[in-house]
């Protein structure tokens, strides 16, 4: 059964960073495609970044230059590493497997989620 459970939300000021963290329990990484998920009030949730088997990684264009998604293999573990966070940036953040190694297939798993305030 596989398991993902996201940490390191908060509460940040504007050009803040934070990290989160998502332990994955059931496989072992990087054998499958991961990503992370936001999905502000009113809004439809939306992909912030994926990372495939091979480690080649997408990103939604308004976190270009500012997001870095990773894995820590050793530790099972999934990262979105936040920089210059803005107000827009505000959402509940969810991280979620495919059972595919590349990132063309339906997320699978979620997480419960962590909420990200970024206040101005």
């Known amino acids: 059964q596989v398991h993902l459970a996201e940490s390191g939300g908060g509460s940040v000021q504007s050009g803040g960073s934070l990290t989160l963290s998502c332990a994955i329990s059931?496989?072992?990484?990087?054998?499958?495609?991961v990503g992370w998920f936001r999905q502000a009030p009113g809004k439809e949730r939306e992909a912030v970044a994926t990372i495939d088997s091979d480690g080649d990684t997408t990103y939604e264009d308004s976190v270009k230059g500012r997001f870095t998604i990773s894995q820590d293999n050793a530790k099972n573990t999934l990262y979105l590493q936040m920089n210059s966070l803005k107000p827009e940036d505000t959402a509940m953040y969810y991280c979620?497997?495919?059972?595919?190694?590349?990132?063309?297939?339906?997320?699978?798993?979620w997480g419960q989620g962590t909420q990200v305030t970024v206040s101005s």
């Open positions: 979620a497997a495919t059972l595919y190694e590349y990132c063309s297939g339906s997320f699978l798993y």
């Open positions: 059931g496989y072992t990484t990087p054998t499958y495609c």
